[in-house]
């Protein structure tokens, strides 16, 4: 097992409003989340269901917010920008400073977290590992970013970071996005299902013929809520371990 990787964070708070404008506690709470979901410390890791206790992974990923910016200034790892926008879309242009956002910093040496208002009920997004620089990182609704300020349930629980990593970790959902059982996440520990789930499902949900346990809904690669999702497996740590060696290196030389 390798060492701990840690990754260095910048948080582009773009805000219209003043609530928009989190304040650095939320945050705070945010990282807090992260830190505990990518080292299997969460506390709610206990309801993860007996017959997958044993895949429960430790990616052994840290995150800090950045304490040089890139010309090597001291910074607290936040970087706020005022914006007439009223919102983003999954479009990029809070990425850019000419569209009312803010320029990503350079993508091998810091994970970008923009943090904004999102139309049509997103959460947020991720760029897969390999895409242009200057757009690399994820996106969150400035109100399910953290677990206090204006973060607002079912989306409280800092959850939606921990999916939007995991994707930038190259991770899929376990569904594997068809909704005929016939794509997969590439993933071997998680069960093959049909579909996303939401809510709070009870335990098993079955389809695909996966039973008798069904699909693994806790996992935080669907889209349940943030009180319903608590593991990566094991297999999905080691897709993490192959974007930290092949194209995020940069962050575990
Ligand atoms: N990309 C997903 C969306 O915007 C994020 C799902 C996050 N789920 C969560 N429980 N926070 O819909
Ligand atoms: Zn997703
Ligand atoms: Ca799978």
Known sequence: ARRLVTIPVVFHVVHRTGPEDVSAEQLRSQLDVLNRDF????PDIAQVPAPWQ????DAKIEFRLARRD????KT???VRVQTERRSFGPGDDVKRASRGGSAAWPADAYLNIWVCTLGNG????AQFPGGPKATDGVVVLNTAVGTEGTAAAPFDGGRTLTHEIGHWLNLRHIWGDTLDCSGGDR???????EGPNTGKPTFPVITCSNGPHGGMFMNYMDYVDDAAMFMFTAGQVTRMNACLAGPRASFAP
Not at 122 to 125: T, V
């Open 39 to 42: 080292r299997a410390t969460n």
């Open 187 to 193: 993933v071997p520990d998680t069960p093959n299902c």
């Open 70 to 73: 890139p010309a090597g200034k």
């Open 54 to 57: 044993g895949l429960v992974a």
């Open 76 to 78: 607290d790892g936040v």
């Open 122 to 125: 997103l959460l947020g997004y």
